[in-house]
Structures are given as C-alpha cells and as structure tokens.
T-cell receptor, first 108, second 115 residues
Framework: TQLLEQSPQFLSIQEGENLTVYCNSS?????LQWYRQEPGEGPVLLVT?????EVKKLKRLTFQFGDARKDSSLHITAAQPGDTGLYLC????????FGAGTRLTVKP | DAGVIQSPRHEVTEMGQEVTLRCKPI?????LFWYRQTMMRGLELLIY????????DSGMPEDRFSAKMPNASFSTLKIQPSEPRDSAVYFCASSQDGGLVAGYTFGSGTRLTVV
C-alpha cells in the first residue's frame, strides 16, 4: 500500500482540455511537492506547498494543498503536448515519500 | 552547476555479473538518495545518506545490493551478483537540508538491463 495514492494512474486527453490529478493520504505532511518526469530523465521539482489550504500557480498549472495537509491537487488549464509526462507527488515525513504518479498524455 | 551526474546512462550485463552505478551529487548538498524505478513498483527509495553517513537502508532489496559514499562528492551503488529482476532505472538524487522545501535534484538515471 502506497503512503500517497495518486489518481488517476493514467490520463490521455486532447490539447486544449483542462484536467485535475489528485494526491491523497491519511498522513499529515509538513510539506508536499509535485514533480514532473519526462521520458529518459529524472523527476524535476515543480512546486512545494507548505501551508494547509495554500494555492500556488505556475503558468497554466495550479497546485492546492488540502486544509488538513493530507492531500493535494494539480490542475492544468488548456493542456499542451509539452505537458506530457509522469506527475509525482511527494509528502514530507522525515524525508520525501513519493507516490506512484499519474502518467499524462496530451495529444495534439 | 552541472546538476547530479550519474554514470553510466545505460548498462547491459549478464546475470551473475557485478554492476556498479556511480553518482556525483550537487556540490554543497548534504543528503544523497538512491532510488529504483519500474513500471510495476514506481519510484522506490533504496538508501539515503546524510553527511556521507548511511541513515536508512531498509529499502535495499537484499544483501546483493550495497551502497557507499566515501566523500561528499561521490557515491556508488553496487549489485553483486546481478539478476534479471534487478532490471530497472536507478536514480540518484541530492538535496540540501533534507529537501523538504527546496526539493530533490535528480540525475538522469542509469537504465540497467540484466539478461
């Protein structure tokens, strides 16, 4: 059983669509991070959220940390093929604990 | 900074052979992590070091796996003897002060195939 459950596991959408992926846990985290991994490369940090209820925006990406600091969501507006990749969330419990990821494909 | 540097990028070896993976962390980072990634199991933490000292190796699959960090700028992960089920992408990552805010910086990984 994963400490962090990410959903959906796979998502395939057309360019221009909006999407939301989720990261859930029963544990409380002092911080939570989102990474994107492209084929053949390591994960790259997108954002860190620290405060319950916090919302951060990175261009077309919006990240939200749950009020209880147990869950998070990532919303992408008007997805583009360049958004294709594996999105991993990681929660801080001593060290960062990673979820299994959501594999996103954006078709042109 | 060149980032976290791993070598080799690809390794194909025969079952039973010894495999050594190498990692150079970012200068100034005091934590180093070794992960294994497969489609079935995702990203698994194998071992991590803080200030060159192994802190938690509970993720190391079995005695065939060993890791060392002789100094702040170099770490190795060794598999001896290797088995086909060890085939995976192995990542090294480094961070400053646990990476809880600034995050981890990952290398590009070593794709290991054991035949």
């Amino acid at each position: 059983t994963q400490l962090l459950e990410q959903s959906p596991q796979f998502l395939s959408i057309q360019e221009g669509e909006n999407l939301t992926v989720y990261c859930n846990s029963s544990s409380v985290f002092s911080s939570l991070q989102w990474y994107r991994q492209e084929p053949g490369e390591g994960p790259v940090l997108l954002v860190t959220v620290v405060t319950g209820g916090e919302v951060k925006k990175l261009k077309r990406l919006t990240f939200q940390f749950g009020d209880a600091r147990k869950d998070s969501s990532l919303h992408i507006t008007a997805a583009q093929p360049g958004d294709t990749g594996l999105y991993l969330c990681a929660g801080a419990l001593g060290i960062m604990r990673f979820g299994a990821g959501t594999r996103l494909t954006v078709k042109p | 900074d060149a980032g976290v540097i791993q070598s080799p990028r690809h390794e194909v070896t025969e079952m039973g052979q010894e495999v050594t993976l190498r990692c150079k962390p970012i200068s100034g980072h005091n934590s180093l992590f070794w992960y294994r990634q497969t489609m079935m199991r995702g990203l698994e933490l194998l071992i991590y070091f803080n200030n060159n000292v192994p802190i938690d190796d509970s993720g190391m699959p079995e005695d065939r796996f060993s890791a060392k960090m002789p100094n702040a700028s170099f770490s190795t992960l060794k598999i001896q003897p290797s088995e086909p089920r060890d085939s995976a992408v192995y990542f090294c990552a480094s961070s400053q002060d646990g990476g809880l805010v600034a995050g981890y910086t990952f290398g590009s990984g070593t794709r290991l195939t054991v035949v």
